[in-house]
């Protein structure tokens, strides 16, 4: 079982910058793959980023690719997302997943290969 906990979100004008964390429990954190996804009000949840087990291989969401960076610290059980250039449309709720399955990028930026999930952090930018 592994416990995810997102910190980080909060208000920002467009062009600003914010970085999430999610703190997983856990002493297996270095075999799964995270992911970050989001959803905005009225939207299905969304992939934006997924990083390998030693980080080294990440995948971005299009509209992402360029301004959002994922990485991990396996020593310090957690996945970050620093997201810059924020824009309006970047507004949803974001949330990290574990996932235990090891798969194709295609197949990792949809929710079905991910096990665990967090609670989720607001992101919301103004314009």
């Known amino acids: 079982q592994v416990q995810l906990v997102e910190s980080g979100g909060g208000l920002v004008q467009a062009g600003g910058s914010l970085r999430l964390s999610c703190a997983a429990s856990g002493r297996t954190f270095s075999s799964y793959i995270m992911g970050w996804f989001r959803q905005a009000p009225g939207k299905e949840r969304e992939f934006v980023a997924a990083?390998?087990?030693?980080?080294?291989?990440?995948y971005y969401e299009d509209s992402v690719k360029g301004r959002f960076t994922i990485s991990r610290d396996n020593a310090e059980y957690t996945v970050y997302l620093q997201m810059n250039s924020l824009k309006p449309e970047d507004t949803a709720v974001y949330y990290c997943?574990?996932?235990?399955?090891?798969?194709?990028?295609?197949?990792?930026?949809?929710?079905?290969?991910?096990?665990?999930w967090g609670q989720g952090t607001q992101v919301t930018v103004s314009s």
């Open positions: 990083i390998s087990p030693y980080g080294g291989s990440q």
């Open positions: 997943a574990a996932s235990s399955t090891t798969a194709s990028r295609i197949i990792l930026s949809t929710v079905s290969p991910y096990d665990y």
